[in-house]
């Protein structure tokens, strides 16, 4: 692994009323350890899981590709300081890395394709075609295939979204060979039952107060579609 824990410091937040700093997951949560090539993060929406994700690449100097500025307009100025109040432990020294965003994705597309406008050999590095030109989940999984190879430390926000059950497979495959390769190391947020099956993973609660570790059978998704897949008229 290339980051071994994660620590706050709750007794430095400047406030205790205004958000990232008055939730609970925050104040509750000393340290995140970080020991198996691939983490997941499960939970509800609203829980701190993105909110921990961003923090955490700003606190390693990953960038996170933005789209369209949606600043309320109601500024929070506390909003994008809680890495200012968190230390990381690093295995041999800060690691390169990246961060996906489902949502923010199309955007980087996008750009890639007027950059390589100037370039083309730019898009060697992402699959050798232009990413607007594929579907959407070939697109996400060029991407995947040509960034995972590469070292890092790669930070994933629901990365499922529009992926097909199929594509889910072939992405769970993709983070479990390039964690036992030894030079890729994964945080992934996810809501997806598939990807949260990746064998060898720790699984993190974010339902739970401080986040603790889960078994795959313990989470809320494996239960559910179990049950649905047992009996599907039982749910209609």
């Not at 036992?180 to 949260?196: K, Y």
Request: glycine letters at 8%; hydrophobic letters at 35%.
């Amino acid at each position: 692994m290339h980051l071994k824990s994660v620590t706050f410091h709750p007794e430095k937040y400047p406030t205790a009323e205004q958000y990232p700093f008055n939730q609970r997951m925050f104040r509750e949560t000393q340290r995140v350890a970080f020991t198996t090539p691939v983490t997941m993060f499960v939970g509800e929406n609203g829980t701190g899981k993105s909110t921990f994700l961003e923090a955490l690449c700003r606190k390693c100097g990953i960038h996170m590709w933005r789209g369209i500025d949606r600043t309320p307009f109601r500024h929070n100025p506390y909003e994008e300081k809680l890495h200012q109040y968190m230390s990381v432990e690093w295995s041999n020294g800060p690691a390169p890395g990246s961060f996906f965003g489902s949502e923010t994705f199309h955007d980087f597309a996008e750009g890639l394709d007027e950059w390589a406008a100037s370039d083309p050999g730019l898009l060697k590095h992402f699959g050798g075609e232009s990413l607007v030109t594929l579907s959407h989940g070939q697109s996400l999984m060029s991407f995947f295939r040509a960034r995972y190879r590469i070292k890092g430390l790669y930070v994933l926000d629901e990365p499922e979204t529009a992926l097909s059950p199929k594509t889910q497979l072939e992405l769970l495959k993709l983070l479990r060979d390039m964690g036992e390769a030894g030079h890729a190391q994964f945080i992934v947020a996810t809501h997806s039952a598939i990807l949260l099956a990746c064998p060898g993973a720790r699984i993190l609660s974010f339902d739970s107060i401080p986040v603790r570790e889960v078994d795959y059978e313990e989470t809320e998704h494996f239960r559910i579609y179990k049950s649905f897949l047992e009996d599907p008229q039982h749910h209609m």
